[in-house]
C-alpha cells in the first residue's frame, strides 16, 4: 500500500482512501515509529477510530510505515529543484543519466540525490580514480625498491628465489575510494527505482574491481573529509552527497533516547533551504560578510549568585548575520514553509522577535526567508508594540523567496548578475532599499 503527499500537507482517513479504517496495531515497530516521527517533528502521525491522519512538514522523501509506502515530495521538482539542489551544495552540472523524470510521484527525493551521487561518481572514474602509494613489504622474485636486510638475514635459507623487498606500489584501494563505493552500495539499496539500482550496481562493479568497500559511519565520512587535500578535491562534492544520504537515511532517528530504525529516507529541506540562501547572499552581497549560525552574546545572563548550578547563558543564533565590518546590517532567519501560503507560528514569531530586540543601535529589526512559488507573493511586516503606549519597538518582516525566479536567476549565468544582486539586497534588506 502506497500514499503520497506533499510538504506541509495533510493526509486524511477520507472514506475509501487508503488511510481509512487502517490501524498500527499489528505492527510495533510501526507505532514506534510515528511515535518517534511525531516527537521529532519529522511528520504528526496520528491514530484516529476512523483511521490514520498523516501530516506532512519540511521532511520529505519515502518511508515504510508499517505495511504503508509513504512518500512526501516537495514541492519544487524536477528540473528546478535539481538545479538549485546543486547550487546549494555546490555540485557540479553533470548530465548523464536520466533514469525516470522526478516530476512523477513515483520517485522519491532520495532518487534525486542518488542520480546525482551516480552522476559524481562516474565523472570521478572516467577521469581517473586518485591512487596513492603504499608501503609493501613483500618476497620478490623481480626485485624493486629497497631490499629489507634485516629479514633477509632471516629468510634467505627459505627463500632462495625471492628477495624481502620494502617498495611502494600505487593502487587505488585507497581510503577515499573506498569510501566512495561504500557509499555507492548504500545509495544502491536506499533507492526503490529499477533502473537507477542496476546503474548503480554497475558502477559499484567497475570501481570494485581494483577497490574494496569501507561500511559506512559519520566517524567514516569526518575522517574522509580530513584524508582530503589538493589532489582530492573532486571528491568533495560525492562526499556531500553521501553524507546526506547517510545522515538522513538514520540508524536511528534520535539515537541518543531511541534505537527506532527508519526503513527509508527523510531530508530535511530546511538544511537544503539555509544552505541555499547561504551562498547566494555570500555571492551576490558587495562589500559585506554574510555569517552563519552567528552567536548573538550578552540579551541573557544570569543574576549574580542566581546560577547555582553554574550554567552557560542562554545565546541566540539567528542563520544568518549581515554584517560591515563590525557593525550588524540585518539579522535573518530561514525558514523552510511558506508563509504566503500558511499562517506564521507563534515559536518563529518569537523567535524572529527577540533577534529584533537584541539589536543595539540602527533599526531594531529581523527578517524571515520562506520558500514560494507564488508570483504574487510580497514582503509582510510584523510591528513589536509597546503593549501600554502602543509604541513600535522593533520590526519582524516575512520575506519571501521564490524558488523559480531564484532558478532562472542562476540559471542565466553572468548575463543577469545586476539583477541577482538585486534579488540578494531585497532579500537581506527588505522591498525598499
Avoid at 561504500?182 to 545509495?187: D, I, K
Avoid at 525566479?405 to 532579500?427: C, I, M, N, Y
Wanted: with cysteine.
Amino acid at each position: 500500500m502506497m500514499v503520497s503527499l506533499r510538504e506541509w500537507e495533510t493526509a486524511r482517513p477520507e472514506p475509501g482512501s487508503i488511510l481509512a479504517q487502517r490501524s498500527l496495531a499489528a505492527f510495533p515497530h510501526g507505532q514506534q515509529l510515528a511515535e518517534e516521527l511525531t516527537r521529532t517533528g519529522r511528520m504528526e502521525v496520528l491514530e484516529l477510530a476512523c483511521g490514520l491522519e498523516l501530516r506532512a512538514t519540511s521532511f520529505v522523501g519515502r518511508f515504510l510505515l508499517g505495511d504503508l509506502a509513504v512518500t512526501v515530495n516537495p514541492k519544487i521538482s524536477g528540473a528546478p529543484l535539481l538545479s538549485l539542489f546543486r547550487y546549494a551544495y555546490n555540485l557540479r552540472n553533470l548530465v548523464r543519466y536520466e533514469p525516470t523524470p522526478f516530476a512523477t510521484s513515483a520517485c522519491s527525493f532520495q532518487d534525486l540525490i542518488i542520480q546525482q551521487l551516480a552522476a559524481e561518481v562516474s565523472e570521478l572514474i572516467e577521469r581517473g580514480i586518485h591512487r596513492d602509494y603504499e608501503c609493501a613489504r613483500s618476497d620478490l622474485a623481480s626485485p624493486r625498491g629497497r631490499i629489507d636486510f634485516m629479514r633477509y638475514l632471516h629468510t634467505a635459507q627459505r627463500s632462495p628465489k625471492t628477495l624481502p623487498c620494502i617498495h611502494h606500489p600505487r593502487i587505488q584501494d585507497t581510503f577515499l575510494n573506498r569510501v566512495l563505493l561504500g557509499g555507492l552500495n548504500f545509495a544502491s539499496d536506499l533507492t526503490t527505482d529499477i533502473e537507477l539500482k542496476g546503474h548503480i550496481r554497475r558502477i559499484s562493479k567497475t570501481l570494485g574491481a581494483t577497490v574494496s568497500a569501507q561500511p559506512l559511519h559519520p566517524q567514516t565520512l569526518a575522517e574522509a573529509r580530513r584524508a582530503m587535500d589538493r589532489r582530492t578535491a573532486s571528491y568533495q562534492p560525492a562526499l556531500t552527497l553521501i553524507d546526506l544520504l547517510l545522515d538522513d537515511q538514520g540508524a536511528a532517528l534520535d539515537q541518543q533516547r531511541s534505537s527506532v530504525r527508519l526503513k527509508g529516507f527523510l531530508f530535511d529541506m530546511n538544511r537544503f533551504f539555509q544552505a541555499l540562501i547561504s551562498r547566494f547572499l555570500r555571492e551576490h552581497l558587495d562589500d559585506l560578510e554574510v555569517h552563519d549560525e552567528y552567536r548573538l552574546k550578552g540579551m541573557f545572563k544570569y543574576l549574580p549568585g542566581q546560577n547555582p548550578l553554574a550554567r552557560k547563558e542562554p545565546t541566540l543564533r539567528p542563520d544568518f548575520v549581515i554584517m560591515r565590518g563590525a557593525e550588524t546590517i540585518a539579522v535573518l532567519d530561514a525558514k523552510y514553509r511558506d508563509l504566503w501560503d500558511q499562517s506564521l507560528p507563534r515559536e518563529m514569531l518569537y523567535q524572529l522577535a527577540l533577534y529584533a530586540l537584541a539589536r543595539v543601535g540602527g533599526e531594531r529589526s529581523s527578517g524571515i526567508l520562506y520558500p514560494t512559488m507564488d508570483p504574487a507573493a510580497r514582503e509582510q511586516v510584523i510591528a513589536i508594540q509597546e503593549p501600554v503606549r502602543g509604541r513600535t519597538t522593533a520590526r519582524v518582516a516575512l520575506r519571501p523567496v521564490n524558488l523559480l525566479s531564484l532558478e532562472q536567476l542562476l540559471k542565466d549565468g553572468r548575463l543577469l548578475h545586476s539583477r541577482r544582486v538585486k534579488f540578494a539586497q531585497r532579500l537581506a534588506f527588505g522591498e525598499i532599499l
